[in-house]
Every structure is written in structure tokens, then in C-alpha cells.
């Protein structure tokens, strides 16, 4: 008996609250990938959503070939989702996308077109963005912080979407972090790269689950796990607070020494104690998140847990 060919473009998705929208997705992607290859699979990492996702996925089970259904234990995240995902995919390309249709699954077989022309990685451009004017202020906001406190620059027109070659995922895989964020890890590993513009639609159904407070958080999230910023810009506005406390303290001295003014009292100190203090806590958090994510990091936990895997006939 043969063994069966590795598949020659896998598909990774991770699902959350896309209960109307599987069947859709991969009816197009199922039309999408048979005009490429016979040999594909699709791989859907339902991350414990609360509606009914994974019912329709096991629905769609039944309808669609070539499709691999991946449950986690619970809600790890958009980005331990994907990296699920990927450490389960064989194809000789990857190609990641999100699963509410605003990444046209017609856009694939471009891109793939394009890696074929040398590159490891090919990245969707969203020319034009279909979202409100809110999510593209606060998308903005979100990468331009980014990209100061990590020192790595972020395209707030790229996201996930993309293709990339079978060495960038080994490598994405073997790095062991917990704090996960797709982007800036396709970034770090380098190869050969480049971007492509597609079509980005506006979301058919529901609403995007990355609010300020979440893109707030991962933010900070992102920065503590790659970049040193957070801390030395706390130590260079505690050097500023207190030269400008001794300058203050100098100027008084000799003013007062000169009869200008008479020695301040208790108001003064209170200030200074209080604004020191409140600095001194300010830096104090800074450190103790990057403790606190360097504990995270030593349990040395598993990323994810997986609750079940199905496969339906290929």
C-alpha cells in the first residue's frame, strides 16, 4: 500500500464565535484549493467558542473533504490557536488566515502563485481595509505602539493572511515562548519575503472580538516578551524626575541661602514624597511584569491542550 502524499498546501484557521460562517468559508475554500492542488488540507482550531462553532465544523465534516477539525481544552487565544494549528499541518506550504471571511480564501491561489516565485513568505496587503473607522484607529494605535516599544516594525495593513514555506513554519514551531503572537514571529524568523496586495472584505456576520482593552493588553503583552523599552524608558524618566528634583533642590538652596526666599516647608516635601513615590511604584509594576511574564515562562507549561482531533475521510 502506498503511504499518502504529504499535502501540498495546508490551510490553518482558528475559529471563534464564526457560527454562521463556516459553511461559507469552506465552501470557498474548498473551490478555492481544488483549482490549485488535489492534495490540501484544512485545518480548523475551534478555540473554545461559546456559540455553536463546533457543531458546524463537524457538520461541515460531512459535506467538505480534506478537513482537519482541532478542539482546545479552552480558550488559549487567537495566536495559540494558530500555533495548534501549525504544529498539526504537513503541507509543503502554510497558508494562515482568519476565519471570518474578511480574508478572501479567492486570494490564495495569488499568493501561492507568488511564493512560487522564490519567496518564503508571501503577506497579504490589506490595500483597502473594510472595517470601521473605530477598529482602523485603534488598529493603528495598536501597531504604531507596537512598533516604538519593540524596535520591530509593524504593518498595520498585514496581519496573518499569508503563505509561507514549509522551513518558516518548522522554524515558527520551534520557538518555545508563551506569549504568541503570529506577526512578530514571522518577522523574527526572517527568509526570504515579501508582501502582495489583496482584497479585504467587510466582515459578513458578527463582530470582531479584539476590542481597545484586548488590543491594549496584547500590546503590552507583545512588547514585555520582545523588547527591553518598557523598562530603560521607566529608568530614563525616573534619571529625569530626579535631576529635575536636585535642580529644583539647587535653586532653592541658593535662593534661600541668598535671603531671596525662606526655607519651604511641609507642602513642598508632601509633593516630592508623593510624585516620588508614585514614581517609584510606577517603575516598580514595569519590572514586576516582566518578572511575573519571565515566571510564566519557566513553568514551562504546554502552550496548548488539545481536547480532541477529527478527521474526516480524504
Not at 480548523?44 to 467558542?49: K, P
Request: hydrophobic share 45%.
Amino acid at each position: 500500500m502506498q503511504p499518502t502524499p504529504a499535502p501540498e498546501i495546508s490551510v490553518v484557521i482558528p475559529v471563534y464565535k464564526a457560527e454562521p460562517l463556516v459553511d461559507e468559508l469552506l465552501k470557498q475554500l474548498t473551490i478555492e484549493l481544488k483549482g490549485i492542488t488535489s492534495r490540501y488540507e484544512i485545518i480548523l482550531v475551534e478555540d473554545r467558542s461559546t456559540d455553536n462553532s463546533w457543531l458546524e465544523i463537524q457538520k461541515a465534516q460531512k459535506i467538505y473533504p480534506h478537513i482537519k477539525a482541532v478542539r482546545l481544552s479552552r480558550n488559549f487565544g487567537q495566536h495559540h490557536a494558530i500555533s495548534a494549528g501549525l504544529s498539526l499541518a504537513g503541507g509543503d506550504w502554510v497558508v494562515v488566515m482568519d476565519c471570518d471571511l474578511q480574508d478572501q480564501p479567492s486570494e490564495i491561489s495569488k499568493l501561492y502563485q507568488e511564493a512560487k516565485k522564490g519567496f518564503d513568505i508571501v503577506l497579504a496587503r490589506r490595500a483597502l481595509r473594510q472595517d470601521s473607522w473605530l477598529k482602523r484607529f485603534f488598529s493603528r494605535t495598536f501597531y504604531r505602539t507596537l512598533s516604538y516599544l519593540t524596535g520591530i516594525e509593524q504593518d498595520a495593513t498585514v496581519a496573518n493572511f499569508g503563505i509561507y514555506s514549509r522551513k518558516v513554519i518548522s522554524a515558527i514551531n520551534r520557538m518555545p515562548e508563551s506569549i504568541r503572537y503570529f506577526p512578530t514571529m514571522v518577522r523574527w524568523v526572517g527568509f526570504k519575503s515579501t508582501k502582495l496586495d489583496v482584497v479585504h472584505a467587510a466582515r459578513p456576520e458578527g463582530e470582531t472580538s479584539y476590542n481597545f482593552k484586548r488590543l491594549l493588553n496584547l500590546s503590552l503583552d507583545i512588547c514585555l516578551a520582545n523588547s527591553e523599552k518598557p523598562i530603560r524608558l521607566a529608568i530614563k524618566f525616573g534619571l529625569l524626575v530626579a535631576f529635575t528634583g536636585f535642580l529644583y533642590a539647587a535653586i532653592i538652596a541658593v535662593r534661600a541661602i541668598l535671603g531671596e526666599i525662606p526655607v519651604l516647608g511641609y507642602a513642598s516635601i508632601l509633593i516630592s514624597v508623593w510624585v516620588l513615590s508614585g514614581l517609584m511604584i510606577c517603575i516598580m509594576g514595569v519590572i514586576g511584569l516582566y518578572v511575573g511574564k519571565s515566571f510564566e515562562g519557566i513553568k514551562n507549561r504546554p502552550l496548548y491542550l488539545i481536547d480532541e482531533i477529527q478527521e474526516n475521510d480524504q
